[in-house]
């Protein structure tokens, strides 16, 4: 199989997992199904904050028990944690929020990485994520139950999606808290989110997609930029589609930090400058449920927000917020707004506050969105024949943020899904079914090993060695794949491996693994892994027999880039088999 893909052999049910920073959720479709309308797919509906209202997704919210044990999730585990910071009973149980964004955005990324819940208690990060997984998992398992449609593990192929920029330790983060939630290794895969979002609105009718003039026009384009604006990031990837059954991803991915998450923040920060930081932190613990459904609120509000008319925002301040600034100022939040000299905002009634949207975009997303917009530039500077942009994700629900993208993009078409949100879920599960249609995708970096060689002129001269009577050179960059390769599914780099254990000094090492370290740089000219930006990347690992290897080992290892994770194959006089690789420390 190729990189990154998994066997549907025996398989009865594709379930995706959308895990998000903001929101999380999941989607399944039967293969029967699949073969009759690709489309037919169940997406699973939450309730909550005390409401009937159904949401396609749940907060990405977890609530442990003081011994550390799963007790809820969602807006159960909101609500639930609410009720217990009102009461002041909160201090000993755990309550994790944001936790993709706080645990494998990092640069480094390990097993033991710690996070910390609201009151800053630790646990493993791989635990919670786990935990999460594992709810959905289970969740799904009941609801098939209840329908009577049980099925077994084995009978479904899981798919999770991933940001495009996330780093191979952080994809390898994921699945092993797939594994560590129940999913067997070879019964769960990976998507790219815009990659997954692209694949569902090829399928879509366009009476689904907004802009679409008729039923033909997106399916007709054949370069396409993806737009995917999440909670915690915005993912930009170009996608050339060859024909209906052949996709190629063209271009690095790249992206960055803007989601509805520090949107969010922002509104938090204009809070504490008008009412100040004690009493919203103290607002925050006295009346923990108003806090939530005011940041609730204003998730939905953000996404109405329209330059064409200057479209004002009504936003609620609670009462409880009010009556406690009013009480400690001793005058009250109109007269505070005078006093603040805040005029683009207006006040009216009891705590109604007024945003025009012009204000809105300029102060709480344009400051986070222009490293991303610099990147949408750029990205179209190169790609020249891009023909149609697609947005997708919770944001591109904005009319004022998918105007801001027309902007940049001018006389290129802007498509999006009027179930923008729901994109990812149900691509990754179109994915599922059909793992093998993105056929080729663009080299992030160079990727390479260290290796010595015969030492020639113009060599570093500080990387000369001599051994055995011949002149090396050492610390030499042998290149895999360079960044900006176009790779093809079941492509192969290989590269052989000679080792000697004949030296008396050498013998013990017959029993232990042999390593070999990968490096990787955003250049293509790489010429020494101690060239300026060339990195430890990964470790090839190949396991010692019992027995020990040969005294003169020889093998050949080949690395499959193409799929969403790296794939590494031992050949040896034994045959051949998949091999491990280490990306995280």
């Known amino acids: 199989m190729a990189g990154g893909t998994s066997s549907l052999d025996g398989k009865l049910l594709v379930a995706a997992i959308d895990f998000g920073t ?4 999941y989607a399944f479709s039967f293969r029967n199904d699949y073969r009759l309308d690709p489309l037919k797919i169940e997406v699973n509906h939450w309730t909550g904050n005390g409401s009937q209202t159904m949401s396609p997704k749940a907060p990405s919210s977890v609530l442990l028990n003081p011994d550390k044990t799963f007790k809820s999730f969602g807006y159960t585990a909101e609500e639930e944690y609410s009720n217990l910071v009102e009461t002041g009973k909160h201090q000993d149980c755990y309550f994790f929020t944001k936790i993709k964004m706080r645990l494998l955005y990092r640069e480094k990324i390990s097993r033991t990485d710690i996070i910390e819940d609201e009151c800053g208690k630790p646990m493993l990060g791989l635990t919670i994520i786990s935990m999460i997984i594992r709810y959905l998992k289970d969740d799904l398992f009941k609801r098939l139950e209840q329908r009577g449609m049980p099925l077994r593990d084995q009978d ?19 699945k092993e808290a797939a594994e560590k939630a129940g999913i067997k290794s070879d019964d769960v895969m990976l998507v790219y989110e815009p990659e997954a979002a692209a694949l569902y609105c090829r399928f879509q009718n366009m009476k689904n997609i907004s802009n679409a003039k008729d039923d033909s026009n997106l399916a007709k384009k054949t370069k396409m930029l993806v737009f995917d604006m999440g909670g915690g990031t915005t993912d930009i990837s170009v996608i050339a589609i060859k024909s209906e059954k052949e996709i190629h991803i063209v271009e690095r991915a790249c992206g960055g930090a803007f989601g509805g998450v520090y949107i969010n923040e922002k509104l938090i920060q204009w809070l504490e400058d008008v009412f100040g930081k004690e009493i919203l932190n103290k607002f925050k613990t006295k009346h923990r449920s108003d806090y939530m459904l005011l940041i609730e609120n204003f998730e939905n509000k953000k996404r109405s927000i329209d330059l064409s008319t200057d479209k004002q925002i009504c936003f609620q301040i609670p009462s409880s917020l009010k009556s406690m600034a009013e009480n400690l100022w001793e005058y009250s939040i109109q007269d505070r707004f005078k006093k603040m000299e805040i005029n683009a905002v207006q006040i009216k009634g009891r705590g109604k506050l007024f945003f025009p949207s012009s204000f809105l975009l300029q102060n709480f997303f344009i400051p986070i969105a222009k490293n991303v917009f610099e990147e949408l530039q750029h990205i179209l500077s190169k790609h020249g024949d891009i023909d149609s942009v697609l947005a997708v994700g919770g944001l591109a629900q904005s009319p004022a943020v998918v105007s801001e993208i027309r902007k940049y993009v001018k006389h290129i078409p802007v498509y999006v899904p009027f179930d923008s949100s729901l994109a990812v879920v149900c ?6 079914h059909e793992n093998n249609i993105i056929k080729a995708r663009v080299c992030p970096y160079s990727y390479g090993i260290q290796t010595m060689r015969p030492f020639i002129e113009g060599d570093d001269e500080n990387k000369k060695v001599v051994q055995e009577g011949e002149t090396w050179c050492k610390q030499c960059f042998r290149a895999l794949y360079k960044a900006g390769d176009l790779v093809k599914l079941g492509d192969v780099s290989s590269y052989d491996l000679k080792e000697s254990f004949q030296d008396e ?6 029993f232990r693994p042999i390593r ?12 020494y892994v101690t060239d300026k930006g060339c990195i430890e990347h990964g470790t090839i690992e190949i396991e010692a027999p019992e027995n020990g290897f040969p005294v003169q080992y020889e093998c050949t290892v080949a690395l499959e880039f193409a799929g969403t994770e790296i794939i590494a194959r031992l050949k040896d006089k034994k045959g051949i088999k998949t091999i491990r690789l280490e990306f995280m420390n």
Do not use: E
């Open 427 to 432: 691509g990754a599960v179109l994915y599922g």
């Open 516 to 527: 070999c370290v990968m490096f990787i740089s955003k250049k293509n000219d790489v010429r």
């Open 156 to 174: 479904i192929l899981w798919v999770l999606t991933v940001p495009a920029i996330w780093s191979d330790a952080a994809k390898q983060f994921t």
């Open 505 to 510: 000094n050498r013998k013990h090492k017959r």
């Open 22 to 25: 903001a929101y999380s959720g």
